[in-house]
């Protein structure tokens, strides 16, 4: 099975705009949770999509939005980017129930001039 | 509120040495426990679980970790380290089957010397 992909890899944006991110989870998988990390904060939570439904969500302003397809791929959204918002994003998937094992993308790495 | 620890920043050992890192929890219940390990520009790889049952869990490239209840603990080990385990560890709780939320420790950054 292929892994859990993301796009882009890389981008660079301006303090100021928004930026979108993707994620296409394994096959078969319904669970789409995503994390930030950062070098002071470490990894973060974000939130969590399961059936088109946002379950859980991390402690993160409303710029920071997601939604998930029917087709269980995700997207998340940050707006009025901020120089903190430079991190690399994670995304992750698993098959249902929370507690199950999450399997990684390769993150994309984000940087806010 | 509930918290990982990994106590060591960074750990320096000798290939063919042998390895534990720290892994200390805050929950008031039995958590579901994972060791994730992220080399340089890559995502996180699960090493190894903890659900419940077999308190010494088995995981792949060799390691294993064991959960200790009365310590909150869970340290991973492996008996002889080899140039390619360096990398940065992650200890991660799953608070309970209906939130998915991971609580993430600060990682441990391993470096091999040779």
């Known amino acids: 099975k292929a892994g859990v992909t993301q796009t882009p890899r890389y981008l660079i944006k301006t303090r100021g705009q928004q930026v979108t991110l993707s994620c296409s989870p394994i096959?078969?998988?319904?669970?789409v949770s995503w994390y930030q990390q950062t070098p002071g904060q470490g990894l973060q939570f974000l939130f969590e999509?399961?059936?088109?439904?946002?379950?859980n969500k991390g402690n993160f302003p409303g710029r920071f939005s997601g939604r998930q397809f029917s087709n269980s791929r995700s997207e998340m959204n940050v707006s009025t980017l901020e120089l903190g918002d430079s991190a690399l994003y994670l995304c992750?998937?698993?098959?249902?129930?929370?507690?199950?094992?999450?399997?990684f993308g390769p993150g994309t790495r984000l940087l806010v001039l | 509120a509930q918290s990982v620890t990994q106590p060591d920043i960074h750990i320096t050992v000798s290939e063919g040495a042998s390895l534990e890192l720290r892994c200390n929890y805050s929950?008031?219940?039995?958590?579901?426990l994972f060791w994730y390990v992220q080399s340089p520009g890559q995502g996180l790889q699960l090493l190894l679980k903890?659900?419940?049952?077999d308190t010494l869990v088995q995981g792949i490239k060799g390691f294993e970790a064991e959960f200790k209840r009365s310590q909150s603990s869970f340290n991973l080990r492996k008996p002889s380290v080899h140039w390619s385990d360096a990398a940065e560890y992650f200890c991660?709780?799953?608070?309970?089957?209906?939130?998915?939320?991971?609580?993430w420790g600060a990682g441990t950054k391993l470096i091999i010397k040779p």
């Open positions: 096959s078969g998988h319904r669970s």
């Open positions: 929950y008031g219940a039995t958590p579901y």
């Open positions: 991660a709780v799953g608070l309970s089957a209906s939130n998915y939320q991971l609580i």
């Open positions: 992750a998937s698993s098959f249902s129930q929370g507690g199950e094992t999450q399997y």
């Open positions: 903890y659900f419940s049952g």
């Open positions: 999509y399961f059936s088109e439904t946002q379950r």
